[in-house]
Structure formats: structure tokens, C-alpha cells
């Protein structure tokens, strides 16, 4: 069984700092993408960073420039550096990975339970 555990979220003022990381657990070999989504009350989840096994990034226009995605492959854990945080950056971050080889299976949308970031002005 694979399961994704994200922290480091937390409460801090505009301007401030946070990281994230997820760590990715179970008998896995490999994975192809791991990303962030977040959803703030009321929106749909949306796409923060993505990152690929061998390196590509895409970064949501809004977080361009502010955050940095990172992976370590060894420790199968995703990090999400977040720097200048706004008040519209506040929502639930979760963890997603996909293509997720375990054995011969490879899984697709497995996701973390989420970890709240909350950005005061």
C-alpha cells in the first residue's frame, strides 16, 4: 500500500516563509511525477508545481518565482519551499504522485490527506 504524509504546513504572516514535504511510503521503486494541488475554501484544487522523476517543473502562473518544488528520489520525499506568501496563497496543500510503480503495478492519483497553510495579512 502506498500513502503519501505531507507537512509542514502551518500559520504565518505575508511575506514569511513555509516548506512543505511529502513522504511517499510503501514498496515502491519508482515514481514519474509528484506535485503539489491546493484548495482554498470554497475553489476547486488547483495546480501549484509538478515535478518529474528526471527533473522537469511546471509552476502555476500565481507561484512563479515565489516557490520551488524539489524531490529527493532516494527518500521518495517532495518538498515545496514557499517564499513571500500572500493571503490568497492560504488553502489545504496536498500531496499527488503518479505513475507509482509498486512491484509490477504502477498506481496513478494517489494522494495525501492535505496539510493547512494559512497566510495572515
Known amino acids: 500500500q502506498v500513502q503519501l504524509v505531507e507537512s509542514g504546513g502551518g500559520l504565518v504572516q505575508a511575506g514569511g516563509s513555509l516548506r512543505l514535504s511529502c513522504a511517499a511510503s510503501?514498496?515502491?521503486?519508482?515514481?514519474?511525477?509528484m506535485g503539489w494541488y491546493r484548495q482554498a475554501p470554497g475553489k476547486q484544487r488547483e495546480l501549484v508545481a509538478t515535478?518529474?522523476?528526471?527533473?522537469?517543473?511546471n509552476y502555476a502562473g500565481s507561484v512563479k518565482g515565489r516557490f520551488t518544488i524539489s524531490r529527493d528520489n532516494a527518500k521518495n520525499t517532495l518538498y515545496l519551499q514557499m517564499n513571500s506568501l500572500k493571503p490568497e496563497d492560504t488553502a489545504v496543500y496536498y500531496c499527488?504522485?503518479?505513475?507509482?510503480?509498486?512491484?509490477?503495478?504502477?498506481?496513478?492519483?494517489?494522494w495525501g490527506q492535505g496539510t493547512q497553510v494559512t497566510v495572515s495579512s
Open positions: 510503501g514498496s515502491i521503486r519508482s515514481i514519474d511525477f
Open positions: 499527488n504522485a503518479q505513475g507509482v510503480l509498486v512491484g509490477v503495478f504502477k498506481l496513478n492519483n494517489v
Open positions: 515535478l518529474s522523476a528526471v527533473g522537469t517543473t
